[in-house]
């Protein structure tokens, strides 16, 4: 698998995210500047990782939404190659319009910093197939601005469509207000583009991913991602 | 020119920032505060004289960046 890290200034999750891309596909991925306008030849998945992109100024994500190097993300996905976003690459994501909604402040207006329940809801995309549909998975959030909302004709569609991928939820999956960490629309943690080639979530699953340093349950993405890979090629 | 672009949150979507001030203000003891919404105003200079064309110009960088028309309405306004 031959992915791509795309570094915007203020970021600060990208030598965590190539670090684990190369720990668990085995490939050194490349790291694509700001203002690059062509991803490397070959490029399968385009990551955008977390951190503060511009110091979230204007509105988290903004303005990296519109770096040169988005437009050829953008013609990336279009070709239906694969694109991962996580945390401040969730909302740059949705800024630039391949993913749709926003994500606003943090409902109870903290930025949470701890490990959360994940409920993968299913287990039949690139991203996804490294679990199973209905498994419960731990890994850490940080973030001030997770809030996910769209209106509710755009809900109703993803829910419709199955396009929700991650729900916070309890240790057993129950979804209940109390899990909902930043008081998400339908507990959404992570969502599917139309076409299911583009995938954005809030949590870190690149930080559980070594048992040196606790829980690796992030590692399934990363291995069902090079699965994906292995088996296209 | 000089011209104002004021960018505030839609109808329906929730604003805990405004709510915290809202809270903030009724602590303080203001009297008749009953709810307040937070937003955001650019003061922005442009090159031309013609009103229209600011407007149109800046009518395109707030679709284009200064509000999320998802969550946001804006307000153009050319103040000469």
Redesign the interface.
């Known amino acids: 698998m031959k992915s791509a890290v795309v570094v915007f200034p203020g970021i600060n999750r990208e030598r965590d995210m190539a670090r684990t891309l190369k720990l668990v596909s085995g490939t050194e991925p490349s790291m694509v500047w700001h203002a690059d306008t062509e991803l490397p030849p070959g490029t399968d998945l385009v990551v955008v990782p977390g951190g503060f992109s511009y110091g979230d100024y204007?509105?988290c994500g903004?303005?990296a939404a519109?770096a040169p190097i988005m437009d050829a993300v953008r013609a990336h996905a279009s070709r239906g190659g694969l694109v991962l976003g996580v945390c401040n690459g969730f909302q740059i994501l949705c800024?630039s319009g391949l993913l749709?909604?926003?994500l606003?402040?943090?409902?109870?207006?903290r930025f949470i910093c701890k490990d959360v329940y994940l409920r993968v809801e299913r287990s039949d995309t690139p991203f996804t197939r490294g679990y199973n549909a209905g498994q419960v998975i731990r890994v850490p959030v940080a973030h001030g601005e997770g809030?996910y909302?769209?209106?509710s004709e755009t809900i109703t569609r993803l829910e419709g469509d199955g396009r929700v991928a991650f729900r916070y939820a309890g240790p057993d999956g129950a979804l209940d207000k109390k899990w909902n960490i930043n008081?998400a629309t339908n507990a959404i943690a992570g969502i599917l583009s139309e076409r299911g080639n583009v995938l954005g979530l809030m949590p870190h699953p690149e930080n559980h991913v070594e048992s040196d340093i606790g829980p690796t349950d992030g590692r399934g993405l990363f291995a069902g991602l090079t699965q994906h890979f292995a088996k296209v090629a | 020119m000089k011209a104002r672009v004021t960018v505030t949150l839609k109808t329906g979507i929730l604003d805990p920032q405004g709510k915290a001030i809202e809270g903030a203000l009724k602590s303080l003891g203001i009297a008749g505060v009953s709810s307040v919404r937070q937003g955001k105003v650019f003061d922005i200079e442009v090159d031309g004289a013609d009103r229209a064309h600011v407007e149109a110009a800046l009518k395109d960088a707030a679709d284009k960046l200064l509000a999320n028309t998802v969550i946001e309405n804006y307000r153009v306004e050319v103040l000469g």
């Open positions: 204007l509105r903004a303005i519109r800024e749709p909604g926003v606003m402040r943090n409902a109870a207006l809030n909302v769209a209106d008081g």
